[in-house]
């Protein structure tokens, strides 16, 4: 899947570098006086010098398809492991009973430079400060099982539920 996308950006990019490339070169060895005057022959090779350039350029705008393709799979992979990672931690969250009831969520951020320093953030608010250890203590389990190199950051609010509720 990865090759298909890779071949439609390069065919995308780099088929119509080609043409215009081709179609340059072409109209720079057109003669521009009619066939029976001769051309004189350009003696600092110039003709070969714009081949080279097209060709340079023609490479160049190869390397960038490929290389900004590789930056948005590994950007998508990235996105696609957060996601995974958020998800096991809500169903841990969710399968400890008092904890899946409070408003809690976790948003996880994996840098493309570097896959194990994720960071997870916890945000949400709590009743008591117990709450929030456990909270806290049930999402660095499950995050550190999962990256052992990732930081848990506590965002938590203690919000104790008020005894008159309306």
Request: charged letters at 20%.
């Amino acid at each position: 899947m990865r090759a298909a996308r890779t071949s439609r950006v390069v065919l995308t990019t780099v088929v119509p570098l080609v043409v215009v490339a081709l179609r340059r070169l072409s109209w720079a060895q057109a003669p521009a006086l009619p066939p029976t005057v001769p051309l004189p022959m350009p003696s600092d090779g110039s003709s070969a010098t714009q081949a080279g350039v097209i060709v340079g350029l023609v490479l160049a705008g190869i390397v960038f398809a490929i290389v900004t393709a590789r930056i948005v799979d590994l950007r998508r992979k990235r996105e696609t492991e957060a996601v995974e990672i958020q998800s096991r931690v809500a169903d841990a969250l969710l399968a400890d009973g008092v904890l899946g009831r409070l408003p809690v969520s976790v948003t996880v951020h994996i840098p493309i430079a570097h896959r194990d320093q994720a960071v997870a953030e916890v945000r949400g608010d709590v009743p008591s400060q117990e709450m929030r250890e456990a909270v806290m203590q049930a999402v660095q389990r499950e995050v550190l099982h999962l990256r052992p190199q990732a930081q848990v950051e506590d965002r938590l609010m203690v919000m104790p539920a008020s005894r008159h509720a309306a």
